[in-house]
């Protein structure tokens, strides 16, 4: 079973241009998350899809973020336009259904440097 | 607000055993799991505690008290592939979303 994957792997980009990253989940798993983590600090949530549909965005940091799952498979993050407090690394990370035991299996992740 | 404490660095021999402790304040409670990451690469899942007591996968256990608010990854036989990244996590089951919250993480260092 192929795990999850998220492209590019490394991205730099100048402080107002616009990137967007991909994740694909697992085959099967309806839920997928989207957190970041910023040099020094702990790993944050962003987001989480069920499906298509956004579950629960509590944790994007500003309408710079947009989410989108269509067809609730692969899964976009665009930064637009980007600043330099956006650098960091974020990763996806996908599980078959919501909730206790369920665990979350994360990608790669995607380098994120804003010059 | 919701916080989770461990240590930054720990340093430990091969063959040796260590405790990464997590104490953790987050409303809404469900479970603790623990991940170990490579050099920055992805977070891989080691082991989920829902309920009070010891989970033992292997040479690594995990311990919770739910009273305490409380809870530690135990490595048995410490082996040097072992030094890499270890984060607790609680998750939060509140409106049917799983999301972690993760601590600072803990840097694990083995030596010959």
């Not at chain 1, 069920?50 to 944790?59: A, C, F, L, M, R």
């Not at chain 2, 033992?56 to 530690?72: H, M, N, P, V």
Request: overall charge negative.
């Amino acid at each position: 079973e192929a795990g999850v994957t998220q492209f590019p792997s490394h991205s730099v980009i100048e402080k107002g241009q616009t990137v967007t990253l991909r994740c694909d989940p697992i085959s099967g798993h309806d839920n997928l998350y989207w957190y970041r983590r910023v040099m020094g600090k702990e790993i944050k949530f962003l987001l989480h899809f069920v499906k298509e549909s956004k579950q629960d965005e509590s944790g994007m940091p500003n309408n710079r973020f947009l989410a989108e799952r269509t067809g609730g498979t692969y899964s976009t993050l665009k930064v637009q336009p980007a600043e330099l407090e956006d650098s960091g690394v974020y990763f996806c990370a996908s599980s078959r259904r919501a909730g206790d035991t369920d665990t979350q299996y994360f990608g790669p992740g995607t380098r994120l440097t804003v010059l | 607000g919701q916080s989770l404490e461990q240590p930054s660095e720990v340093t430990a021999v091969e063959g040796a055993i260590v405790q990464i402790n997590c104490t953790y304040q987050t409303s809404g409670f469900y479970g603790l799991s623990w991940y170990q990451q490579h050099d920055g690469g992805a977070p891989t899942f080691l082991s989920y505690n829902g309920l009070d007591g010891l989970e033992e996968t292997g040479r690594f256990s995990s311990f919770l008290s739910r009273s305490d608010s409380y809870g530690y990854l135990l490595l048995q036989e410490l082996q040097m592939k072992d030094s890499a990244s270890y984060f607790c996590a609680v998750s939060r089951l509140s409106g049917n979303t799983g999301k972690l919250i993760f601590g600072q993480g803990t840097t694990l260092q083995v030596k010959p």
